[in-house]
Structures are given as C-alpha cells and as structure tokens.
C-alpha cells in the first residue's frame, strides 16, 4: 500500500537535447506542486528456480548437497499508481512498461539427508535467493533487488 503526499519544490532544467539534468529551479512553497497518490500497488511475477545440485555423500545413510541455480522471472502484471517528479511531475498508473520484463537471480544453499528406508530420504534445505528488479519513472529508474531465506523440509525417492 501506498500513501504519498509530495510537495514538489525543485523543478529540474534541462540541457538543450533534453538528455541530462542541469540543475534545479527552487520554487516557493506555496507555488509548489502538490502531488498525491493513494493506492494498493500490486506486480505479479511467473519464476522459474532453476537448481544443480553436487551431492557429498557423507556415508550410506548421509548425505550433503550443495544447490546453486538461477531464479528466471517474467513481470506478468503491474498495477497501481505512481509519482513521476523529473518528467511531466504528475500521478501516472503502473504498467508494465515501467518494469523490466524479465529478471535473472541467484540462488545458493546447503541440503542435509539421511536415508529413511530403501529409496526413501528425508532432509532439510536452506536456501539463499536474490533477484534483482528494475523499475523506471519519468527519466531515472530505481533498482532494488528481492531477497529471501528459506527453510525447507524434503522428502524423496531417489531412483
């Protein structure tokens, strides 16, 4: 959710091809933009984890896996509201064009097993991922990356 109130006080000024910021023409507050925005912003990403695994056997009964992969993620839907200062200030929708489409992340994690009975194994996992996002307003843009931990319990078979 979000619930901005923005007063904008500085308007930028422009080289003559409009391709870099020069400086700033400071405005008095009471002639001063006022920008609000209230809304629920929502993304929607489809990701794929994409994991190797090298498996350390410990002994007949115990292993330890190493995990190391790539997230693959595609921005499906965008929607919301969003302040725009640097250009045209105003209070625009979200799109998906005000994203980048389609990320990459890593992932990386331990993985402990012991042997239940015949195929059968039972373990814990800890993950690491991380998949960096970009964002785009006006004529800046904001990278932020998506972290996470996670703890995982597994079963398997193994074949």
């Known amino acids: 959710p979000i619930n901005i109130n923005y007063l904008?006080?500085?308007?930028?000024?422009?080289?003559?091809k409009?391709?870099?910021i020069e400086g700033y023409l400071t405005k008095d507050s009471s002639d001063a933009l006022r920008l609000n925005a209230t809304s629920t912003n929502y993304t929607t990403y489809v990701t794929v984890p994409l994991r190797f695994y090298y498996t350390i056997p410990l002994n007949s009964k115990n292993e330890i896996q190493i995990a190391t992969g790539a997230?693959?993620?595609?921005?499906?839907?965008?929607?919301?509201?969003?302040?725009?200062?640097?250009?045209?200030p105003g209070v625009e929708s979200l799109d998906k064009n005000m994203y980048r489409k389609f990320n990459t992340g890593f992932i990386s994690g331990l993985q402990y097993n012991t042997k239940l009975k015949d195929s059968w194994w039972i373990g814990i996992e800890s993950l690491w991922q991380t998949n960096p996002m970009k964002y785009k307003t006006g004529d800046g843009s904001i990278k932020n990356k998506m972290q996470g931990y996670s703890f995982n319990a597994v079963i398997k078979y193994k074949i």
Do not use: C, H, M
């Open 71 to 88: 997230n693959l993620s595609y921005l499906a839907a965008a929607k919301g509201k969003s302040l725009v200062i640097n250009n045209q």
């Open 18 to 20: 409009r391709t870099q």
């Open 8 to 16: 904008l006080t500085e308007v930028p000024f422009w080289d003559n």
